[in-house]
């Protein structure tokens, strides 16, 4: 009898918890309260009282395209589908705003891939300056060569790699 007139009485189940005596309100005591409540009627209560209710949109990831769900309008708008998708897209390219233009190694691998021109190794990787100015990070002016073929364009074997090098920026260029 006391448990319904509290019910009555009450807008939500964490009142209901307050008022039977209840310190901590967790969802464990509330599923707890439920059960016991269930034979009385608690259509009145309310989750918030002042919630927005949000549309729900269906968006298109813009890394990975596929479709999700949004809430239209809310401050926390998601933009993509997931964390990986969001650290991507916020986290990595010009746009972040922890990108460095002088963080050259960063440059090159963004707009080329990371491995060698020549022979296509992957596993060590460094970033030449075709024109030899440190300074100049432009990604027209970073290629990716293993060490050796990096060696061969400072010495005097210059010459067998230079076409190899030629051409890929050439094909960069292009497209």
């Known amino acids: 009898m006391i448990l319904q007139k509290i019910v009555k009485e009450s807008d939500s189940y964490s009142e209901v918890a307050r008022k039977l005596g209840y310190k901590y309100i967790n969802g464990t005591v509330i599923r707890e309260i439920k059960k016991r409540m269930e034979q009385y009627d608690c259509s009145h209560f309310t989750r918030c009282k002042n919630r927005i209710i949000y549309e729900i949109i269906k968006k298109e990831c813009p890394v990975c395209n596929k479709i999700f769900e949004a ?76 060490p050796t073929h990096h060696r061969y364009w400072h010495s005097r074997y210059k010459y067998l790699v230079e076409k190899d090098i030629e051409n890929y920026i050439n094909r960069w260029i292009k497209p």
């Open 71 to 146: 809430q239209k309008g809310h401050k926390k708008e998601k933009k993509t589908c997931s964390y990986a998708c969001s650290n991507t897209y916020f986290r990595s390219g010009p746009d972040n705003g922890g990108w460095k233009e002088s963080a050259y190694r960063t440059t090159c691998f963004y707009y080329h891939k990371k491995k060698c021109v020549c022979c296509e190794e992957y596993k060590i990787v460094e970033v030449h300056h075709l024109d030899s100015n440190p300074m100049n990070n432009s990604c027209e002016n970073l290629i990716p060569l293993c």
